[in-house]
């Protein structure tokens, strides 16, 4: 996680301090402060050097060229704003609440170009009964969204955040994907590993060659269009020993009716259309060489009975939530919704 702390700089700062600090940070930019805590405006490295070209005075506070139209997200609209971001080539954006305080920032994973050695696995050999007669001929991975391949914009953003040992596990219609991908420019990234019979969303976790994998591992389903921070998860499992953790969608349901309360059928009160919150499995999870090893060779293994057989193991297990774009595009109305997504 990054300390927003570090980022955050009062108005009146000098300019010379703003480069010294600047200097520090990975992403170059700092965010500009009020004498009340709030938001005011940015300014990066660019913004500096403009300066210093543009300008015949030696020194300046930060508050007279910050940019003061600079991207900023309340939590529950990261979603816009990161594709707000990636139009403007920003890699971090402020989280503020009501109050415009900066409660936080969110790292656009877009723009992370870092390499990264740890190995991905796509699971790609489902066969989308669900969006039939789309997968007839086609397998779900290739289903266009917004003009592309699902499979090519999951790839696309992982190469984006710099990883670039990726595997498919291949199934029905498994030479569509793979003749498309011999010929992508992104193909000497890709290997295949292939399932004889279905294994489920775990079972083909046993197919890998663990001697040429680099753990801990990130696998997602090949129907999951997320724009969270992949690289994030990786880290918080390096960095506090998880065996595995699954990625979390929050969700909200707004239940149609009155909720009556009571107790030993005594009435105590009703709620209103009350609402629920709940972590979705988000198709998503960072895995251990320890979990893997789990896994029985050719036996049909799902994800969730896999984190059952390692709890009952004792490995360490946890969860990362995310409230950016997430989608599942099992169904007709969810491939609709993403269509509508990425062509806005």
Known sequence: MIDHEKYLVPSNLEIIKAIEKLNN?????LFILDFSGKLMGSISDGDIRRWIIKSNKKTAKCSEIMN???????????????????SKGVSLIPIVDSEMIVIGVYESSFLLTEKKK????????GKGTRLLPLTENVPKPMIEVGGKPIIER??????????ENIVLSLGHLSNVIENYISNSEFKDNISFIKEDKPLGTAGALSNIDIEKTNFPILVTNGDILCECNLSSVIEKAESENYDGIMLCKEENFTFPFGVVECKDQQWLGIKEKPTFQYKVNAGIYVLSEKIIKLVNKNDFLDMPKLFEIAKNNKLKLGIECTNQYWIDIGRHETLNS?????QS
């Open 25 to 29: 940070l990975k992403h170059k930019v």
């Open 68 to 86: 003061e139209e600079c991207i900023y997200s309340k939590k529950k609209d990261l979603a816009k704003a990161q594709k707000k971001a990636l």
């Open 154 to 163: 999951i790839i696309e953003k992982l190469l984006r955040e710099g990883f």
């Open 338 to 342: 993403a269509n509508n997504y990425f």
């Open 118 to 125: 740890n190995t991905i696995l796509i699971m790609a050999g």
